[in-house]
Every structure is written in structure tokens, then in C-alpha cells.
């Protein structure tokens, strides 16, 4: 219905609004044409009408708290009842009254949501003094004390149940955690007397590791003094002083061992410094390769220089990383040229490319279609959005025709 029909302006610049009561005065406008008075007024009511479908959105999306959308409804409701402009004012307070429904209705499923977690908190507390209970009743002393940190973090975090439901739970939280706490410590004093018997055995240990370190057989005796570290391991902790004692005296042989094993691996490198040569030579031949022009030359001439590279011979060990990388690359790079060519002649991709340029085609033609029509009826913005499609799809064909000559 238009404004004339919810209200009208008298010869003085009164405007009117029509309700079921009968006519009430919403004001005056004496500056303009009845036109514009009625407008001026319409225009009230039609941001009064866009505040109430603004909230009716907001209840119904469930962003506001039901506390708050009540207070909104009233604020709304405030403004509407006897509001100073002309449109169905009945019918639109009519709107806003049938939100207090929906308000309630969202204040009962608060309600219920909230018993919901109530519920899922007891259900999540029975599983912490469950977990509690299993814990207290295993053997896990690395791991079950930050665990049982971690399950008292999550009951904080959950909200109380009745207070009968909820103390019992805690009890059966708490006496598992006293429980565990006392076999943990029962435990660990067990384990001191253990520690008296561990040091025997890596006073054995660090004697054999001190009697190795003069031997020149390097490998066997890397591999036994391997074997001495698990030994060691497996021993567990002796008394803290004697312990680190100890160790002092095993790693020093160790070290002694291992330092003799690198002087003589050095001079081996010495040794292999002109293979490393040689292969510096083949490097820069295998590296000239690159960029691959010709991909099939490359390859014969690389399998040559592969072969060359092996009966070099060893090179020192710091450079072998570098070496063996830099004849990696040109090698993936040298397939890298020969997979590229097979996907460009992938006949499949070559099929697909097609197909989309076909498809992109036939799309072109019904644009430039539509366009010509849009033109003929001077639609300028269906003119407009045409041709940014037509360039839009036109760009997408051009790519399309660039791979489908790659893969040609």
C-alpha cells in the first residue's frame, strides 16, 4: 500500500496517519508540496520498519542473549507505539509484540542448553575420576603425575554439579589422585635402592671402555662401544657423584677412542683430495650441459660422466655432500627437462585443453549474443556487465589457447 493510503495532508501542512482509532496528527511539513510532507513522514516509518526487520533478524539469528533481545524489543517497541510517521504503525507494533514469543522461546532453550551442560558435565566428570582411578592403579610415574595435573585443569574448567553429585565425584577425583601419589613416591624409594646396584655395573662398563680406547679397530670397536652406551643406558641411575664420575670416565674413553678413529679417517682424506679433483673436472663438464637443449645429447653425455664420476674413486668426506649435490642437480634437471616433455605431450591434458576452448568458445558466442541485444535496447549497465564478461571469458580462452599450443 502506498503512503496516501495510510495517511494524508490537510491545505495547513498537517500531516495525518490513518490507525483502526481513527486519524492522529504526526505533524507538520507547511515548506514543501503534500507530496513531499507525506513522503517526509513515510520515510519515517519506513526506518522505523527497517529497525524492526533489523531486529527480528538479530532474535531470530540467535546473536543476542535473550536478556538482551528483550530489552531491544522494549526499545523498539518504545519507538514504534505513537511514532510520528504514516504507514501501517499498527501492523508493524503487531511485528514487534510477536517477538517477545520468540524471545521466551529462546530464554527456554537457553534454559535447556544450560541443563544440557550441566548434564555433559557430569558425564565428563565421571570420566576425569575414572581416568583418575586407572592411573592410580597403573604403574605410569613418568607420565601420570602431569596427567593428573591436566585432569584437575579440566574439572576446574567445567561448571559444579548439585552439590551432592558433585562432592562425591571429587572424592572419588581426589582419593585416586592421594593414591597414586603414594605408590609414586613408594616407587621412586624402591628405585634408590636400585641405584647402588648400578653402580657395579658401569664401574665394569667404564673399565672395558678405558681398556678399548688404544684399539685401531676402528669399526668392531665403534660398534662395541655402541654397545657399552646401551649397557650404560640400561643400567639405570647410580648415586648422583659416583655417577657423573662415572660417566666422566667412560665418555673420556670415548672421546680418546673416537678422536683416534677421526685423526686416521683425516689422513685418509688427504689421501682422497685428488679424487676430489677429478670429480670437480667431471662437474664442470656435466655442469656445462645446462641449460638442455638438446635433451637426448644430454642424457649420453651424462651417462658418460656418471661412469667417469664412479671410477673416481672416494673423495673426503666434507665434500661429499657438496659433490654428490651438485651432480644431483644437473641430473634432476636433465629429467626435469624430459618429464617436462612428456607432460607437454601428454595427450590427455592436450584433450582437456581442447575441450575447455571449445567450451569457453561457445560461452564467448552467447555473451557477444546477449551483448548485441543489451546494445540494440540501450540497457547501458546490462552493456556494461556483458562486456566485462566478454573480457573476462576472453582472457580465460586466450590462456586456455597458450597451454593447448604448449601441449601441440
Known sequence: MTGQDWGRVDEDGTVYVRTSEGERSVGQYPAGSPDEALKFFTDRFDALSFEVELLEKRIGSGVLSPEDAAASVAKVRASVAGANAVGDLEGLLARVDGLTGAVDSQREAKKAERAERVAAARVEKERIAAAAEELAAGNDWRNGANRLRD????????????????????????????????????????????RDSARAVKERLATEAEALSTSTDWGPTAGRYRDLMREWKAAGPAPRDVDEALWRRFRGAQDTFFGARDAANSALDAEFAGNAEVKEQILAEA??????????????????????????????????????????????????????????????????????????????????????????????????????????????????????????
Request: charged share 40%; aromatic share 6%.
Open 287 to 408: 655442469e656445462a650441459l645446462l641449460p638442455v637443449e638438446d635433451l637426448d645429447a644430454a642424457k649420453r653425455a651424462f651417462r658418460d660422466l656418471a661412469d667417469r664420476w664412479d671410477a673416481a674413486g672416494k673423495v673426503p668426506r666434507d665434500r661429499v655432500k657438496e659433490l654428490e649435490g651438485r651432480m644431483r642437480k644437473v641430473e634432476q634437471a636433465i629429467r626435469g627437462v624430459e618429464d617436462e616433455q612428456w607432460k607437454r605431450s601428454d595427450p590427455e591434458k592436450s584433450a582437456r585443453a581442447n575441450d575447455v576452448i571449445v567450451k569457453l568458445e561457445a560461452a564467448i558466442a552467447e555473451v557477444e549474443a546477449d551483448l548485441e541485444k543489451a546494445r540494440a535496447a540501450g540497457d547501458a549497465k546490462k552493456v556494461a556487465d556483458l562486456e566485462g564478461n566478454l573480457a573476462s571469458r576472453q582472457m580465460f580462452l586466450d590462456a586456455a589457447r597458450r597451454a593447448s599450443a604448449d601441449f601441440g
Open 151 to 194: 585432569l584437575l585443569e579440566e574439572w576446574k574448567a567445567l561448571p559444579r554439579l548439585d552439590r551432592a553429585s558433585d562432592d562425591t565425584l571429587w572424592r572419588r577425583f581426589s582419593g585416586a589422585r592421594t593414591t597414586y601419589t603414594r605408590r609414586r613416591k613408594a616407587h621412586f624409594s624402591q628405585l634408590n635402592e636400585q
